[in-house]
């Protein structure tokens, strides 16, 4: 099976901006997690979308947003772009129900906001 | 919230020899405890998980234990390599409907030929 995808690998933004990523699951996973990775901050999830629906949410102010597709496919969008929001943003999928608990991650977007 | 605290956060190992990273967690309802490994721009890989109701869990030169009563786990690995260098992140979540997981701050371990 191929893995989890991530497009754009490669962003640059300047302030003010607002920006779309998008995550293509495993086949057959149906949750999407995304996660902020920064040097000062580590790892630190975002929200995930299961069945087209919101199903938890990170500490992270509502210039993040995202949505799940029929497909599974996500996208996050961010608002109102910041410095403090270059990092590089993560997605991971599982598939659902108890016990499917592993998380597979894409290769990540690299954003830089200048 | 949950809160993952993981140490060293640097550590250096001659080849051959074990490492040992350390993780406690602070909600005694987590019950799934996963190890990703990130080398340098790639993403994070999944090495070993563990659920609570196992004590112990093994696989060839890598291992990882769950203290459920001192809320901590640990990563062993032996006979390291140098490809073996790399951060490794130790992470904890409740199962049940939502995945999200707390990571630590994560280790790079370095292995010195």
Known sequence: ?114 | GENVEQHPSTLSVQEGDSAVIKCTYSDSASNYFPWYKQELGKRPQLIIDIRSNVGEKKDQRIAVTLNKTAKHFSLHITETQPEDSAVYFCAATRTGSARQLTFGSGTQLTVLP
């Open chain 1, 1 to 114: 099976k191929a893995g989890v995808t991530q497009t754009p690998r490669y962003l640059i933004k300047t302030r003010g901006q607002q920006v779309t990523l998008s995550c293509s699951p495993i086949s057959g996973h149906r949750s999407v997690s995304w996660y902020q990775q920064t040097p000062g901050q580590g790892l630190q999830f975002l929200f995930e979308y299961f069945s087209e629906t919101q199903r938890n949410k990170g500490n992270f102010p509502g210039r993040f947003s995202g949505r799940q597709f029929s497909n599974s496919r996500s996208e996050m969008n961010v608002s109102t772009l910041e410095l403090g929001d270059s990092a590089l943003y993560l997605c991971a999928s599982s598939l659902a129900g108890q016990g499917a608990e592993t998380q597979y991650f894409g290769p990540g977007t690299r954003l830089l906001v200048l």
